[in-house]
């Protein structure tokens, strides 16, 4: 099907993979999403098989500064993987079933857990500027205004129109993660709330992002939410980390950010996320069993 058409099939889905597994030996278990400023995380997957986005059939590409735009499968803590080095954004002109359409691939060459990274605000006012929270849930503006990444792009071996998306962060995941942080150190720079996606890509006014506070959320991002909402719902376990890397203005006195500075904070605690991603991964039960919660 050509990119200009409408939706995706089921079909044009595994043609995707077919190319895909013909042409990677690896069958990952684990894939990774690279948010901005954090794509360094494939760089260190070992024995890689890169593929760029623009030699994979009906593939979106990558548009946005930091975002390489290319597939890297490898070994990373001697597991098979797959990273995304480079998301797409609703705001780069992407319907949102389309923004997460790489995920129903993943779930296509048996991708099992779902690593999703990004670069974040800080609403929170106890957290600081490098600060990685662990995702325990999301708001998505998006998807409470009728738009949602199910939305456009039926086929029930997917998963039903109505699943369940309750609990989208896995908690066994979570916990695993809030020990690994502690075994490396990374202690109280590591948070656990509540994520908002907005649309972007302008940064929100002062007051959009008190009323963001106030409805609960600890950070603000313009990613990751249709991709944690497709991979649930078609049954792919997932952990979310935001690196806080701005605290939003939530009085007018306060600077705006803009992406250059979130690329370069992003790049002073890009190793920290990649050692806790690596270091769970390393500990990932090998056949593949959800991490059970204590
Ligand atoms: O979510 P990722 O891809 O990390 O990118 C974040 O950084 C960009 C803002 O500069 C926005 O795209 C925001 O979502
Ligand atoms: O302050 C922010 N707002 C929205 N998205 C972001 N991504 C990084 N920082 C921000």
């Not at 890689?48 to 986005?53: A, F, K, L, S």
């Not at 409470?144 to 071996?157: S, V, W």
């Not at 990613?223 to 806080?244: F, K, Y």
């Amino acid at each position: 099907m050509a990119e200009s058409e409408e939706t995706l099939t089921y079909e044009d889905i595994q043609h995707i993979s077919d190319f895909l597994l013909k042409t990677t030996k690896y069958r990952p278990k684990v894939a990774v999403i690279c948010g901005s400023g954090l794509g360094g995380l494939a760089d260190v997957v070992q024995e890689q098989d890169v593929i760029d986005y623009r030699d994979i059939p009906n593939f979106p590409q990558s548009t946005v500064q930091g975002h390489r735009g290319r597939l890297v499968f490898g070994h990373l803590a001697e597991k098979s993987v797959i990273c995304m080095q480079g998301r797409f954004h609703q705001y780069e002109g992407y319907p949102l079933w389309k923004v997460a359409m790489p995920v129903r691939v993943f779930k296509m060459i048996g991708v099992e857990t779902l690593f999703v990274t990004n670069a974040a605000g800080g609403l929170n006012r106890n957290y600081n500027i490098g600060d990685i929270m662990i995702v325990k849930d999301h708001i998505s503006m998006p998807g409470m205004t009728t738009d949602n990444p199910l939305k456009g792009f039926y086929d029930e071996r997917f998963g039903k129109p109505s699943s369940p998306v309750t609990e989208l962060y896995d908690r066994g995941l979570r916990e695993l993660a809030r020990r690994v942080a502690g075994d490396l150190g990374l202690g109280e720079a590591v948070r656990e709330g509540v994520l908002v996606q907005v649309g972007g890509p302008s940064f929100d006014t002062v007051s959009v992002f008190n009323m963001l506070r106030r409805l609960g959320a600890d950070c603000v991002g313009m990613s990751s939410a249709p991709e944690v909402t497709v991979a649930r719902h078609c049954g792919i376990r997932v952990l979310g980390l935001s690196l806080v890397t701005d605290m939003a203005p939530m009085e007018s006195d306060l600077p705006p950010t803009n992406h250059q500075e979130i690329l370069q904070t992003a790049k002073t605690r890009a190793v920290d996320v990649q050692n806790l991603v690596c270091e769970m991964i390393s500990q990932l039960p090998n056949n593949n069993d959800s991490v059970q919660p204590s």
